[in-house]
């Protein structure tokens, strides 16, 4: 939201339905939305049944107006945090005679840890159920909001640091993926840490590995360190969204 990302039309099309106006808070499960889940959003509808839904959007951020042309890449407004949403992120979302349909799957549902046999994106895109949105190292436990903000790694730590801190910020995960945090020195492996999650969630910041103070090898560190989240169960859980038409 700070970086001001724009949001763009996917496809030619008239705007059928918008909203605006609705803050960029996150929502809780004590939140009263009134049934305006998608927050600030529009809808294009590009024809012969097809339309796509864009959610979340930041409050004051729309350059459209209702039943106005846009072309493909148009801006639309901005990416923001309204409605049903604990970060921000743009919900889209793409109908064919108002059913939903998976850009990545159109034909029929993939299986997990396959590739789909066709996409309806121009330029296919890889898809990524899950996976690192960032990993660094700290000398002490960061917090969420840095992490959140991206200003929570450090490119190098003094010797004498109090702790060597490895954490990782995760997307899509599933219960029964497994997280395995490695830290390697010039001689071998340093530390290892595997952590089986036990539920789905948007974003995760595990408990991070931490080496004490004046830990035996710490000076031998050159922070070679890495994440990686392994999937071991199905995906078959699905996230609730915003996929109710908008007028």
Not at 187 to 208: K, W
Not at 232 to 237: I, L, N, R
Request: net charge neutral; hydrophobic share 35%.
């Amino acid at each position: 939201m700070r970086a001001r990302v724009t949001v763009r039309a996917a496809a030619p099309g008239r705007v059928t339905g918008l909203r605006d106006g609705m803050a960029d808070t996150p929502w809780t499960p004590e939140t009263n939305l009134g049934g305006k889940d998608c927050g600030n959003g529009l809808v294009i509808d590009h024809g012969h049944g097809w339309e796509t839904q864009y959610c979340h959007m930041a409050r004051g951020s729309l350059m459209v107006r209702k039943g106005q042309q846009v072309d493909t890449g148009a801006p639309l407004g901005r990416v923001g945090m309204s409605g049903r949403s604990q970060f921000p992120h743009l919900h889209l979302s793409l109908r064919h005679d108002g059913q939903v349909v998976d850009p990545f799957a159109p034909d029929t549902p993939a299986t997990c840890g396959t590739e789909p046999a066709a996409q309806l994106w121009v330029d296919p895109l890889p898809y990524q159920p899950g996976g690192i949105i960032s990993t660094g190292f700290l000398d002490a436990l960061p917090g969420y909001s840095d992490i959140k903000a991206g200003t929570a790694a450090r490119p190098a730590l003094p010797a004498d640091s109090p702790a060597l801190v490895l954490w990782a910020h995760l997307f899509g995960v599933r219960a029964g993926d497994r997280l395995t945090l490695v830290v390697h020195a010039p001689d071998g492996t340093f530390s290892r840490q595997d952590i089986t999650l036990d539920r789905p969630q948007a974003q995760l910041f595990p408990r991070p590995w931490q080496a004490p103070a004046r830990a035996p090898r710490a000076r031998s560190l050159h922070g070679a360190g890495h994440s990686d989240p392994r999937r071991e169960s199905p995906v078959t859980d699905h996230l609730a969204g915003s996929d109710h038409p908008l007028t």
